[in-house]
């Protein structure tokens, strides 16, 4: 079966080695992403025309970025009905209590520090991943059962 997962950042360079994490990990996954939290609201709500609207298993979302940034999409998300429930994980840079604190003040369901290990670059971004899309379980929508 194959995964839904959102991953909002604006860093390509680390998109990269997320995809590639995910592929070494062989995680059956189909990873959409979005450049900030302006691309992620549109592809969840609006889509295009005649598109439905993403509905990911999992969001994984990164702080920092332009337009607007992870603090902001976090309340979005937690505000719509339509997103209330799902799982949300932040992905920063930032090892700061601060931030760790408003995160999951604003609803985050996990945060991971970006750490980059050479051996194995992204394997803690994928073992989160496979966590969020293979082990959790979430209720089944209404929707979802017909």
């Known amino acids: ?8 950042d604006d860093d390509w360079d680390e998109i990269a080695v997320v995809m590639r994490a995910f592929k070494r990990a062989k995680i059956p996954i189909d990873v959409r992403v979005a450049s900030d939290g302006l691309e992620a609201l549109q592809a969840l709500h609006l889509g295009g ?11 994984f979302v990164d702080l920092h970025m332009p337009r607007i940034d992870g603090f902001d999409l976090l309340r979005a998300l937690r505000e719509l009905p339509e997103t209330r429930d799902i799982p949300i994980v932040v992905v920063s840079s930032s090892n700061s209590p601060e931030d760790i604190r408003r995160s999951y003040e604003l609803g985050a369901n996990s945060y991971l520090v970006k750490e980059h290990n050479a051996l194995e670059p992204g394997a803690a971004i994928a073992d989160a991943a496979r966590y969020w899309t293979q082990l959790n379980r979430v209720p089944i929508t209404d929707q979802e059962r017909c």
Do not use: S, Y
């Not at 598109?51 to 990911?56: H, S, V």
């Open 1 to 8: 079966m194959n995964h839904v997962l959102l991953w909002v």
């Open 49 to 59: 025309p005649g598109d439905a609207p993403l509905r990911p298993q999992v969001i």
